[in-house]
Antibody, heavy 119, light 107 residues
């Protein structure tokens, strides 16, 4: 069965950096695009970033462009999100999500990792 | 950026009744629309993609319709596990965007 397990969340000061990881299993990771989606406390869902199956193309939300970098290591079945210049408004649960075949919807989600940006 | 607007914000429904949720896009997204629900403390779950195709394992009481800018999710005969927040999402254009959500609560 498909499993996505995020890690790397925690408390960081404004301006700081954090790297999130998402370990994937139960499917051929190298065949699928992957996303990061976040949810601020008590708020709705916000798509953050996407990477193609082979890492050849990436897209970002305007709110994180230039600060966040999505990457993947297909040999390790792992997705990453490098977050720099963090702001209070980046505080959220960060989910990794698998791209559904032939669409850009999200057919499997991890349980999320909480990132808190606070001094 | 395509803005997705969901209505109503909250819907109060009795178990066994049906619920109709709306989602409107600020410009056409063709049929590139998905619906999710999210129970408290859980990750979202894909219900519908392509505006009307149920995802794997989703019961037939969930149905989606619409194209262009107007979409509807109908849940017939609500079960206890259906009380949750529902989100629509367009994937016609980058950036991908979600609606603000509709909370379906027990009446």
């Amino acid at each position: 069965q498909v499993q996505l397990v995020e890690s790397g969340g925690g408390v960081v000061q404004p301006g700081g950096s954090l790297r999130l990881s998402c370990a994937a299993s139960g499917f051929t990771f190298s065949n699928y695009g992957m996303h990061w989606v976040r949810q601020a406390p008590g708020r709705g869902l916000e798509w953050v970033a996407f990477i193609r199956y082979d890492g050849s193309d990436k897209y970002y939300a305007d709110s994180v462009t230039g600060r966040f970098t999505i990457s993947r290591d297909n040999s390790k079945n792992t997705l990453y999100l490098q977050m720099n210049s963090l702001r209070a408004e980046d505080t959220a649960v960060y989910y990794c999500a698998k791209d559904a075949a032939a669409t850009r919807s999200f057919d499997y989600w991890g349980q999320g990792t909480l990132v808190t940006v606070s001094s | 950026e395509i803005v997705m607007t969901q209505s109503p914000a909250t819907l109060s429904v009795s178990p066994g009744e049906s619920a109709t949720l709306s989602c409107r896009a600020s410009q056409s997204v063709n049929s590139n629309l998905a619906w999710y629900h999210q129970r408290p403390g859980q990750a979202p779950r894909l219900l519908i993609y392509g505006a009307s195709t149920r995802a794997t394992g989703i019961p037939a009481r969930f149905s989606g319709s619409g194209s262009g800018t107007e979409f509807t999710l109908t849940i017939s005969s609500l079960q206890s596990e259906d009380f949750a927040v529902y989100y629509c999402q367009q994937y016609n254009n980058w950036p991908l965007t979600f609606g603000g959500g509709t909370k379906v609560e027990i009446k």
